[in-house]
């Protein structure tokens, strides 16, 4: 099947949801083919280099409404192009952008729930745990810049949360995974859903399939970036991490 034609936004508010937080919604002629009920898929933001190459950067829809998508941004001091462009971007910019692609959800008759990720999941994690039954138990474990990132997230009761303070993700990998580790096993089948930084993941993926051997079917386990690498350079040591992964 071939991928949907890129659709053309506009900047229509923005919002600083922390202090490293930046909510774009966009809306415009892309929502009137843009298809309903995408929160949670990823989106392609697209831009143009000086010498004319394209380039794409990848982003979770937040929120959707009849009119509008919402896109959190993370914004820190040597931010790439999309952050650059969210900071700058004014009410009636425009953007086009490709997708959506599908959703990674956990599964929701697992007896419970460990979600994990920094701030570049965030938005991805927010998504799962809104659509968590009301009795669902477990533990989200979130990486954030600073304790005035910590945000109020619509979680089941069952759902406790652990906020991870690290001002240095990537150069400190350890800190999301120690977490992790410290939280209890709960008994039954669990439903494990982490994204993060690339050194992080791959801790967190070690822990998950060989100290816990969670089944492969219950784990989602993904990088989002890399340190020190632009998305596409991080494609690629994705792609020959899973080729020596397995």
């Not at 799962?128 to 910590?150: C, Q």
């Not at 690339?198 to 989002?224: G, I, P």
């Amino acid at each position: 099947m071939s991928r949907p034609a890129p659709r053309r936004f506009t900047v229509l508010d923005k919002t600083l949801i922390t202090p490293h937080m930046l909510r774009v919604t966009l809306g415009g002629e892309g929502m009137q083919t843009f298809p309903a009920d995408q929160a949670g898929t990823y989106i392609k933001l697209m831009f143009t280099r000086e010498d004319g190459t394209p380039f794409m950067r990848t982003y979770t829809v937040r929120a959707q409404r009849d009119d509008a998508i919402d896109v959190d941004v993370v914004l820190h001091e040597d931010g790439g192009p999309a952050a650059q462009w969210a900071d700058s971007a004014a009410a009636g910019d425009t953007i086009e952008i490709g997708g959506p692609g599908p959703r990674k959800r956990v599964d929701d008759s697992a007896d419970w729930f460990l979600l994990a990720g920094d701030m570049t999941a965030l938005p991805a994690i927010s998504d799962n745990l809104e659509n968590l039954p009301a009795h669902a138990r477990g533990h989200a474990v979130i990486e954030v810049l600073s304790e005035a990132d910590i945000q109020p997230l619509d979680a089941p009761e069952g759902i406790e949360l652990h906020w991870v303070v690290n001002e240095h993700p990537g150069e400190d990998s350890e800190a999301l995974p120690d977490a992790v580790r410290t939280i209890d096993w709960q008994d039954g089948r669990p439903a494990v859903w982490a994204a993060c930084e690339f050194s992080a993941m791959r801790q967190l993926r070690h822990y998950f399939k060989t100290e816990r051997a969670v089944a492969k079917s219950d784990l989602y386990v993904s990088s989002y970036w890399k340190l020190g690498l632009n998305e596409e350079r991080h494609k690629s040591a994705k792609q020959e991490d899973a080729e020596q992964s397995g």
